[in-house]
């Protein structure tokens, strides 16, 4: 995970170094509860705020960790079926074509759907070419 933005008084730290942090001034809080009630600071209200605050980024993060496992398996799943989808549009215009009679104008004209497609693929992926006219 990248460092998260920083102010000037927050160095750039990645999630689990913040989480870890959190933690130990947590465990620190714990240790000198004692003493911070003697300087009339109340411990339990410092704690409940770390607390909450560490609990929200644990919740958040498997959230988003779910959010990603869900996000890939998705994706998988679209570019199958888009794969998919080409097959039968293909195989849907041989048919076509075919039923035009495979020399005739109109099959011609068939044709050109998927060369035009490719072709236009082609023209982005080279750079200084424009795609041709609709």
Known sequence: MPPFAHSPRMPAMSFTEILGFLAKVIQAVEGMRDGLASKGIDADKILATLRAVHERM????EKQETL???????TAELVAVTREGYAQASGV?????A?????SPNAKNLGRMRVDVLRSRQSRKRPGTKPPPD
């Open 93 to 97: 215009l041989d048919t076509l074509i």
């Open 68 to 74: 990603k496992r869900e996000t890939k398996a998705t």
């Open 99 to 103: 039923a035009a009679g495979k020399t």
């Open 58 to 61: 644990i919740s958040l993060n």
